[in-house]
């Protein structure tokens, strides 16, 4: 849901909640609206952890003076900037291939990609591509050449 989601949010907040755009104060948003809510924020953050079964910590670095909580607006791990990465590419996906060219009334077809289409609850597809290309023997020969290379 994550794409339409953040379609959704990006449009609303701007729209119906003058209130709450008044009252975010996000230090480093560069994907998401700056004026998000945070029960949007909150509902993308706890998306993204269900997407590749992770939680915060895993793309939020901890405070430099209290390592026991997390510093949200950091960007010193390199996670958070893939995240960002794929936020793009997921919204992108989105907006070129899937919604300009969905019907109304919508078939019963796939109509968005969203973080777990591709990670399914892991935090690197790779775990379960591994599996797949069991099943597609062409695969096996191009993975190990990746492997020698790194
Ligand atoms: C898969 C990586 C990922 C996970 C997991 C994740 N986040 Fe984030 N988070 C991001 C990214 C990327 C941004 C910045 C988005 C942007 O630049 O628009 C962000 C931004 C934020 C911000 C805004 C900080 C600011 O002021 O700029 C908060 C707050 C936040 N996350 C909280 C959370 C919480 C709480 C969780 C766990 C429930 C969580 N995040 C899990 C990637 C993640
Ligand atoms: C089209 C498929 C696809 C979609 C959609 C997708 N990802 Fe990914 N993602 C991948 C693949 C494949 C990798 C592994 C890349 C590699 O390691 O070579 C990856 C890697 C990552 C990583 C770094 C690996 C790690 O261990 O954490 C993060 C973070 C991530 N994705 C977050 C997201 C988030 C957040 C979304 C939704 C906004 C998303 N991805 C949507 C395919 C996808």
């Keep these: 849901m994550i794409g339409v989601i953040i379609t959704l949010t990006t449009n609303s907040t701007k729209i119906h909640h003058p209130v709450n755009e008044m009252n975010t104060d ?8 700056q004026n998000i809510t945070k029960d ?12 590749l079964g992770v939680d915060c910590s ?7 003076d209290n390592p026991e909580k997390l ?4 960007d010193a791990k390199m ?21 300009p060219h969905v ?24 775990a379960y591509l591994q ?3 069991k099943m597609i023997p062409i695969l096996m020969p191009l993975k190990k050449n990746e492997m020698k290379m790194k």
């Excluded at 895993?58 to 430099?64: D, E, M, N, P």
């Excluded at 777990?116 to 790779?126: A, Y």
Aim: charged share 20%; hydrophobic share 35%.
């Design 40 to 51: 949007s924020l909150m509902f993308v953050m706890h998306t993204f952890n269900a997407s």
């Design 131 to 133: 599996g797949v290309s």
């Design 26 to 33: 996000w230090k480093n948003l560069k994907v998401l609206p």
């Design 103 to 126: 019907p109304d009334p919508k078939p019963k077809q796939i109509t968005s990609v969203y973080c777990i289409t591709c990670h399914r609850g892991n935090s690197n597809p790779e």
């Design 58 to 64: 895993h793309c939020h670095a901890a405070q430099k």
């Design 79 to 99: 996670n958070k900037e893939i995240a960002r990465g794929m936020l793009v590419m997921t919204n992108d996906i989105n907006s070129k291939y899937f919604l």
């Design 71 to 74: 510093d949200f607006a950091s």
